[in-house]
């Protein structure tokens, strides 16, 4: 599972400033889904811009525009059908890509009028469908590319996508019959993106793929380096591009191989941030074995304890599903118990959801909704008491933290090591900002903590 319900850049908008030249040929984008949509999103918009084309930042100065869809969850499809249908409305002329244009035929039913459908990675496709919409008019002259190609997140972070792909059968995911197997990018590749990154301002890489610790493993074993994981060899090699300077590397969405223990030393040497986002999904054998997961709990725990030894300051994020068919009471009780061991900093919750096409809809023992709801109440309830208790600790603390936005009133919004942006919390600086910019790192002390948030004050 890899798609946190409320990481969802659909507003995403193209930073581009300059105003479109006449005749030009413009392009809108909406992008729903997790970040690695995002991710096709501005490479498709790179391209597109290399071409010549405008990005238009609304449907009405568009000559189409282009919906990057979601599909992974019913509801999500539910919403980019909607999405689609008002990119009709105000436009007209709509191009649909993204993981529900694997099925072309449901899209068509509900929206007959769409130029074209194309599914995901379909980078070619996306653009001969925007060259027959709307053809390309370059000026070699005027269409100078930012070197680090069109970005939809703010100027100081970007999402590096490492690999493509998922070798796993988790019943409740249809990523891998929608994305296929696992396909890393090579690694030069990726350092070469992430050099060109922070060549032009970026201060903070989040490591993205549907499953970062399986990354290379998919290669020839000639090809792989010696001694070591891909991925420990590539996180040191992005952690090295930041030496001398400010960087942040940060691994999304880890699967717990008892491999990931390699990565732990690279945090606790400082060269990427102290932070795992590894989705365990249930703590409950039984529930783990119907998900198709790794089903040992207790050995988990014993790694958390592990990694937290060998670096205390880690942060650990994790995702779970609640209501899975099949979840009894104890079983949902056992879930509970482990959170209270393993104390986790930082937790999304899902209810389960039937996707057309997973293999744990023909599961038998549907939860009914009540008892998900409930179950749901229940496990935020304790995961936040769990942040709460963290954050409260933090107060006292002095720490480092990135600068997202700065208001019309002065108040700074930032992060610590701790926060990945839109999915954890925020540490807000409410005086003393004047000088301070967005994408720097600046010291601070922890003077007040929330549920989620916390308040500090500059100290250098
Ligand atoms: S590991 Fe692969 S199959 Fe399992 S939830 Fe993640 S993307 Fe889906």
New binding site residues.
């Given amino acids: 599972?890899?798609n946190p319900p409320d990481l969802r850049p659909d507003l995403s908008r193209a930073h581009l400033t300059e105003a479109r030249r006449p005749g030009q040929p413009t392009i809108g984008m909406v992008s729903l889904g997790c970040p690695k949509a995002l991710v096709d999103s501005e490479r498709i918009l790179t391209r597109l811009r290399a071409e010549g084309y405008g990005i238009s930042p609304d449907y009405t100065g568009a000559d189409a525009v282009i919906v990057n869809t979601c599909g992974f969850l019913d509801s999500a499809k539910a919403e980019s059908l909607d999405a689609i249908g008002e990119a009709l409305r105000e436009n007209g002329r709509v191009i649909v890509t993204g993981c529900m244009g694997a099925d072309p035929d449901h899209i068509r039913d509900h929206h007959p009028r769409i130029l074209a459908v194309t599914g995901p990675h379909q980078y070619e496709q996306v653009l001969d469908a925007v060259h027959a919409a709307v053809p390309p008019a370059p000026d070699p002259f005027i269409d100078l590319m930012p070197a680090a190609g069109v970005k939809l997140t703010p100027r100081h972070y970007s999402y590096l996508k490492i690999s493509e792909g998922?070798n796993?059968?988790?019943k409740f995911?249809i990523?891998?019959a929608m994305r296929g197997r696992l396909s890393s990018r090579p690694h030069r590749a990726v350092l070469r993106e992430a050099e060109k990154l922070v060549e032009s301002g970026v201060k903070e890489l989040l490591v993205i793929s549907?499953?970062t610790s399986a990354y290379g493993v998919d290669w020839p074993r000639a090809d792989r380096p010696q001694g070591e994981q891909p991925i420990t060899a590539l996180a040191r090699d992005l952690g090295c591009l930041g030496a001398g300077q400010d960087l942040w590397v940060r691994l999304h969405y880890v699967?717990p191989y008892p491999h990931v223990r390699e990565l732990i030393p690279l945090m606790a040497d400082g060269l990427i941030l102290p932070y795992l986002d590894i989705p365990f999904q249930h703590a409950h054998p039984d529930t783990l074995k119907r998900m198709a997961r790794p089903a040992h709990a207790e050995r988990t725990l014993d790694r958390i304890a592990e990694w937290r030894g060998l670096c205390p300051d880690i942060t650990l994020r994790s995702t779970f599903i609640v209501g899975y068919p099949g979840e009894t009471e104890d079983e949902f009780q056992t879930l509970l118990d482990w959170m209270d061991e393993a104390q986790l900093d930082r937790v999304g919750c899902f209810q389960y959801e039937n996707v057309e096409g997973a293999a744990s809809n023909a599961l038998p023992g549907h939860v009914p909704d009540e008892v998900k709801q409930d179950r749901w109440d229940r496990f935020m309830a304790k995961a936040q008491a769990i942040s709460e208790a963290k954050l409260a600790a933090k107060v006292g603390q002095h720490m480092d933290v990135i600068i997202d936005d700065i208001d019309e009133d002065g108040i700074a919004t930032c992060r610590t090591k701790a926060d990945a942006p839109e999915i954890d919390g925020n540490l807000f600086i409410d005086e003393a900002t004047q000088g301070l910019e967005i994408g720097q790192i600046v010291r601070v002390e922890v003077d007040e903590a929330g549920e989620y948030d916390l308040w500090g004050k500059r100290t250098a």
């Fill in positions: 599972m890899t998922c796993h059968h988790c995911c990523i891998p549907q499953d699967y």
